[in-house]
T-cell receptor, first 115, second 112 residues
Framework: NAGVTQTPKFQVLKTGQSMTLQCAQD?????MSWYRQDPGMGLRLIHY???????DQGEVPNGYNVSRSTTEDFPLRLLSAAPSQTSVYFC??????????????FGEGSWLTVV | GESVGLHLPTLSVQEGDNSIINCAYS??????FIWYKQESGKGPQFIID?????DKRQGQRVTVLLNKTVKHLSLQIAATQPGDSAVYFC???????????FGQGTELSVKP
């Protein structure tokens, strides 16, 4: 059982480049989300999805796009990378929407540096 | 906006002692609260959660207390071990979409 898998683990981008962070889960979870974590900070929600074909913005969506064409995959696209997007990105998934006892599983993270 | 914050950024305890990590939250409408453990270079790992209609919940060596009157959440770790060393985050969520609001984090250091 792989859980939540993120790729790549590390990436260096030049300002203005675009890239996609991949996220896949094999638990048939409906809910998936992307967070970013800056040094010494908690995680902040970028985008989330409650099911295939449905996405919505979180707390810090600017500069990022998402799509959910399948239940398993939820890629995060950086349209034109900026140094402010240097961060660690975490993908998460859960079995259903919200509530106690609904464990949210996180991937191992993707370290992104924009120079 | 609504936020969740921690009182102490760092906590150092002796192995075998009990640890208490505190968290203040501001959104009284949150439905549940969660504690996560994050080790260096890894993603957050679920520890325990509690619904807003509960005051206390116990797990294996951990207890979460919720005081809605003062909007305070705490995580108690019994007989703290070196393997408990990590950053601990509290988070609050709702029943609408599983979105979480995280606090800043407390680094727990366990001295052997």
């Amino acid at each position: 059982n792989a859980g939540v898998t993120q790729t790549p683990k590390f990436q260096v981008l030049k300002t203005g480049q675009s890239m996609t962070l991949q996220c896949a889960q094999d638990m048939n979870h409906e809910y998936m989300s992307w967070y970013r974590q800056d040094p010494g900070m908690g995680l902040r929600l970028i985008h989330y999805s409650v099911g295939a074909g449905i996405t919505d913005q979180g707390e810090v969506p600017n500069g990022y796009n998402v799509s959910r064409s399948t239940t398993e995959d939820f890629p995060l696209r950086l349209l034109s990378a900026a140094p402010s997007q240097t961060s660690v990105y975490f993908c998460a998934s859960s079995r259903r929407s919200g509530g106690s006892g609904n464990t949210i599983y996180f991937g191992e993270g993707s370290w992104l540096t924009v120079v | 906006g609504e936020s969740v914050g921690l009182h102490l950024p760092t906590l150092s305890v002796q192995e075998g002692d009990n640890s208490i990590i505190n968290c203040a939250y501001s959104n009284s409408a949150s439905d549940y609260f969660i504690w996560y453990k994050q080790e260096s270079g890894k993603g957050p790992q679920f520890i325990i959660d509690i619904r807003s209609n509960m005051d206390k919940r116990q797990g294996q060596r951990v207890t979460v207390l919720l005081n809605k009157t003062v909007k305070h959440l705490s995580l108690q770790i019994a007989a703290t071990q070196p393997g408990d060393s990590a950053v601990y985050f509290c988070a609050e969520g709702d029943n609408q979409g599983g979105k979480l609001i995280f606090g800043q984090g407390t680094e727990l250091s366990v001295k052997p």
